[in-house]
């Protein structure tokens, strides 16, 4: 999600972000699932636009 104060992260960026936390903030066994999803597939589940009016 993009807010007005920062810019969007990239998904290499979100996915070493997960990563970091997982364990503590996320659920390890879950990420370790997540995490292998193919790029491409998470891309498709994702909106091509948000109306946030």
């Known amino acids: ?3 007005s104060y920062k810019d969007a992260k990239t ?3 979100a996915m070493e972000i997960m990563k ?3 364990g503590t903030q996320l659920d ?3 990420l370790d ?3 292998q999803i193919p790029k491409e597939e998470l891309e498709q589940c994702m909106p ?3 109306d946030y009016s």
Do not use: A
């Open 1 to 3: 999600m993009q807010r």
């Open 11 to 13: 998904y290499e960026q």
């Open 20 to 22: 970091g936390v997982g």
């Open 28 to 30: 390890k066994e879950l």
């Open 33 to 35: 699932i997540f995490v």
């Open 48 to 50: 091509k636009r948000v």
